[in-house]
C-alpha cells in the first residue's frame, strides 16, 4: 500500500474539471484509490463523491493506493495533483 499527503494549491481547491481528468485517469488502474479528508473518506475514482468532500485550497488531503499497480497508480496521481491543484 502506498500513501500520499499532499496540499491543495489551487485557489479554487478541487473542482469539475481537472477532477474529472484525474478520476478518467485513475480508472485506467485496478488498484483501489481512496481519499481521506478530516474524518471523511471516499473512493477517488467517483467523480461526484470526490466533489462532494469539497476539498479547498489549503486542505491537506491523504491518499491510499493499494494493489498490483499501486505503483504506477501512485506516481500519475502525483504527477496529476501538482499539475492541476
Known amino acids: 500500500m502506498r500513501e500520499i499527503e499532499y496540499t491543495v494549491n489551487d485557489p479554487n481547491g478541487i473542482h469539475a474539471r481537472p477532477a474529472g481528468v484525474l478520476v478518467k485517469a485513475l ?3 485496478n488498484s483501489k484509490v481512496t481519499i481521506f479528508k478530516g474524518d471523511k473518506n471516499v473512493d477517488m475514482k467517483k467523480l461526484l463523491a470526490l ?3 469539497g ?3 489549503g486542505d491537506t488531503i491523504k491518499v491510499q493506493i493499494e494493489g ?3 505503483e504506477a497508480c501512485a506516481a500519475e496521481l502525483e ?4 499539475e492541476n491543484f
Open 68 to 70: 498490483d499497480d499501486e
Open 27 to 29: 480508472k485506467a488502474y
Open 79 to 82: 504527477k496529476s495533483l501538482k
Open 55 to 57: 476539498i479547498k485550497q
Open 51 to 53: 466533489m462532494g468532500m
